[in-house]
């Protein structure tokens, strides 16, 4: 391969030529503050609760109608400047064979919890055949969004592992933990393993046409800064490093990482997401000179409209010393959000020169 590695694989879309979303984030000062929100394509909206009304989250996902439609559903309803594709963490894995489900109200529950090497091993590669949905669907919302990018997603390892690990959603991560201090050999392997699982999956993803990703390492905050450094950054480094060769932003995220961020970044990550719960102007000056993703307390669209849009234009103001800065909420959208809060939020954000 030549030079022009360093543009990738991925061919530059020219409707996505003025994306306020995509120039934040290349570091740059576009029209208008760019704006998108964790979860925006479920839960809190009628549109969406009304299509998977009997309907299981994981056939959802698999299904290319159904992840078109959702998907579009937030930027049909908010106009915001990015979509995020209609999926989840542990889709990837379900598409190599691992017997999990994801259930209502709880989350991603695994029948077999991962303990040994040999529980590590059994896990499939993932090959692009597996997903084959996934490059349908993708394929299809490029058509359909136009000048709006579509946003690429995997879990990262620690994250992902947390779920194989535990066996559902844990609050202390103590097995997880319990293997990574313990049984370092069965760690490295597993996070070996979901690690090239989710650099293939987002390869998929990219190919298909998304542009750009965002790696979710939701749960990376329950490690300190020395354990994070040895046994998680490594790991998604290598994706990361991977991903990096197709050319498109790289968008790296985890809740209650304050004490991380530095090394999220590092990590290499184009732009760091920060949660609500680090001070913008904190969170920048950690992250290195990257471009920043967040932060507003998911809870203040349940605040009056004058203290949401206040918080709001603080979050705004203080993104202006970031190399780039997209706005979006400190984690998910709550279920409970009334979209008519999110769509003011929205427009007021956008109200707001880059
Ligand atoms: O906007 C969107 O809804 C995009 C699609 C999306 C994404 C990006 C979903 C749909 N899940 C995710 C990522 C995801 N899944 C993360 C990382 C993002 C984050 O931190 O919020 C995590 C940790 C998961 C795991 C997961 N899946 C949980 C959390 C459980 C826990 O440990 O507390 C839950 C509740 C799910 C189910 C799920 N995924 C997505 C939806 C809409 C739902 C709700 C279930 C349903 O509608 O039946």
Redesign the pocket.
């Known amino acids: 391969m030549s030079e022009a590695v360093s543009t990738g694989d991925h061919q530059p879309d020219p409707r996505l030529a003025d994306s306020p979303f995509l120039a934040a984030c290349r570091g740059e000062r576009p029209a208008h503050v760019p704006v998108w929100y ?6 809190s909206l009628p549109e969406y609760l009304e299509v ?1 009304e009997g309907v299981a ?1 994981l056939d959802a996902c698999m299904d290319p109608d159904l992840v078109t439609e959702i998907t579009l559903q937030p930027v049909r309803r908010y106009g915001v400047d990015a979509a ?1 594709f ?4 542990v889709l990837p894995l379900k598409a190599v064979g691992v017997d999990l489900d ?1 259930k ?1 109200g709880v ?2 529950v695994v029948a077999d919890p991962v303990a040994t090497l040999a529980d590590v091993e059994a896990i499939p590669d993932l090959t692009p055949d597996a997903v084959d949905f996934v490059d349908a669907a993708v394929r299809r919302l490029v058509g359909e969004l136009g000048g709006t990018p579509l946003i690429g ?1 995997a ?1 990262a390892p620690f ?1 992902v592992a947390s779920y194989l690990v535990e066996g559902g ?1 844990s609050k202390d991560h103590a097995r997880t933990k319990a293997m990574m201090f313990g049984a370092p050999d069965v760690w490295d392997a597993l996070m070996r393993k979901i690690g090239g699982i989710a650099a293939a999956y987002l390869e998929v993803q990219v190919r298909a046409g998304a542009s750009a990703v965002q790696l ?1 390492d ?1 749960w990376a905050g329950a490690t300190s800064p020395r354990d994070y450094r040895e046994h998680v950054k490594p790991y998604s480094a290598a994706v990361l490093e991977r991903v990096g060769a197709l050319g498109v932003p790289r968008i790296h995220f985890g ?1 209650g990482t304050s004490e991380l961020l530095a090394d999220m970044g590092d990590a290499g990550a184009d732009v760091v997401g920060v949660d609500w719960r680090t001070p913008l102007d904190v969170g920048i000056s950690r992250i290195g000179d990257r471009a920043v993703q967040g932060n507003l307390d998911p809870t203040l669209v349940f605040a009056p409209a004058d203290v949401m849009l206040a918080r709001a234009a603080e979050v705004v103001e203080a993104g202006r010393a970031a190399r780039g800065h997209v706005f979006n909420l400190g ?2 959208v709550l279920p409970a959000t009334d979209p008519a809060r999110l769509e003011e939020l929205t427009a007021f954000v956008q109200s707001h020169a880059g």
């Open positions: 964790m979860r925006q394509a479920g839960r998977r989250m995020i209609f999926s989840d963490i994801i209502p989350g991603p997603f879990g994250t959603p979710f939701s809740v984690h998910g």
